[in-house]
């Protein structure tokens, strides 16, 4: 399994935005289809945003559609979530997954990914 790591989670007033990050240590994500989800206190992991491999094609769930963008960086092996308008329901750990091939792939479930980070916390709060 890959190892991923996301930083860029803080705590941030309504309206405001963040980017988180995504790295991969011995890894290079720029070959995988990457996906980024997030779960709040007492709810399911829920899909956010994905990205092809080839970086052409992106999904986003309806909650964040217009507001969240996500992005990768091949020159620094770099997986990004860009989120503005951050709003209270945006409150929750937001992890970043890879899936087990290379290539082709898309899901928004969480278990059509392998690989996993330890997350990052987004507080929406005023």
């Known amino acids: 399994q890959m190892q991923l790591r996301e930083s860029g989670g803080g705590l941030v007033q309504p309206g405001a935005s963040l980017r988180l990050s995504c790295t991969a240590s011995?890894?290079?994500?720029?070959?995988?289809?990457m996906a980024w989800f997030r779960q709040a206190p007492g709810k399911e992991r829920e899909f956010v945003a994905s990205i092809s491999w080839q970086g052409d094609n992106t999904y986003y769930s309806a909650s964040v559609r217009g507001r969240f963008t996500i992005s990768k960086d091949y020159g620094k092996n770099s997986l990004f979530l860009q989120m503005t308008n951050l709003n209270p329901e945006d409150t929750a750990v937001y992890f970043c997954a890879a899936p087990r091939k290379t290539g082709g792939f898309h899901s928004m479930a969480a278990g059509g990914y392998d690989s996993w980070g330890q997350g990052t916390q987004v507080t929406v709060s005023s």
């Open positions: 011995a890894w290079s994500l720029n070959n995988y289809a």
